[in-house]
């Protein structure tokens, strides 16, 4: 079983950053694809990245590509979403999912293509 823990959430004002964490634990993968999604009031859960467990290929979304990076801290466990030039439509609850070995071609920009989740944490964007 794999637990995946967010953190980082906050309010913020347009045009400012942050960084959000995700925390793995439980059994580990040699081989997984990591996504960030996020989910607003009333609208359906939405693909932000993908990336491969060594993060050498990433795939994003055109509304977040060039503000968010992402990285993997192998020995902390823990991946995160650095986001940069916040906008009021960022406002989401962000969440990070995990699916084990990924296959081959396939852009895993799908909710229920990942079978681990974590509770997600709360982005608010003050315009």
């Known amino acids: 079983q794999v637990q995946l823990v967010e953190s980082g959430g906050r309010l913020v004002q347009t045009g400012a950053s942050l960084r959000l964490s995700c925390r793995i634990s439980g059994d580990t993968f040699n081989n997984y694809a990591m996504g960030w999604f996020r989910q607003a009031p009333g609208k359906e859960r939405e693909f932000v990245m993908v990336a491969t467990w060594t993060f050498s290929s990433l795939y994003w979304q055109n509304s977040v590509k060039g503000r968010f990076t992402a990285s993997m801290d192998n020995a902390e466990n823990t991946a995160y979403l650095q986001m940069n030039e916040l906008k009021p439509e960022d406002t989401a609850r962000y969440y990070c999912?995990?699916?084990?070995?990924?296959?081959?071609?396939?852009?895993?920009?799908?909710?229920?293509?990942?079978?681990?989740w974590g509770q997600g944490t709360q982005v608010a964007v003050s315009s």
């Open positions: 999912a995990l699916v084990d070995n990924p296959r081959v071609g396939i852009v895993y920009d799908r909710p229920n293509q990942y079978k681990y």
